[in-house]
């Protein structure tokens, strides 16, 4: 059965740094799509940004673009958000989201994931 673990989130104030982690349990990486979402208090989920295991390419939300990036350790079966210049509206909980084959172009879509990670929380004070 896969499973997505996320870790890495906590608090920290504006300017600062995260790195969220994503290890999957129960499959290899192989030409799969990964992705990471958010969530904030009384807003619907979005993504952040998604990578294509099988070629590194990715994609970034316009809000994240040149500060966070995503990234991929196939030896690790981890998945990678490094999120530097954070700003207090980054602050939600964030999911990691799999699934098979190449990715969609664009953002990544909450529908097109099957499966999902349970969250980390981070938060930004301004």
């Known amino acids: 059965q896969v499973q997505l673990v996320e870790s890495g989130g906590g608090s920290v104030q504006a300017g600062g740094s995260l790195r969220l982690s994503c290890a999957a349990f129960?499959?290899?990486?192989?030409?799969?799509?990964m992705a990471w979402f958010r969530q904030a208090p009384g807003k619907e989920r979005e993504g952040v940004a998604r990578i294509y295991i099988g070629g590194g390419s990715t994609v970034y939300a316009d809000s994240v673009k040149g500060r966070f990036t995503i990234s991929q350790d196939n030896a690790k079966n981890t998945v990678y958000l490094q999120m530097n210049s954070l700003k207090p509206e980054d602050t939600a909980m964030y999911y990691c989201?799999?699934?098979?084959?190449?990715?969609?172009?664009?953002?990544?879509?909450?529908?097109?994931?099957?499966?999902w990670g349970q969250g980390t929380q981070v938060t930004v004070s301004s």
């Open positions: 989201a799999a699934r098979w084959g190449r990715c969609s172009p664009g953002i990544p879509a909450q529908y097109e994931y099957p499966y």
């Open positions: 129960g499959y290899t990486y192989s030409s799969d799509c």
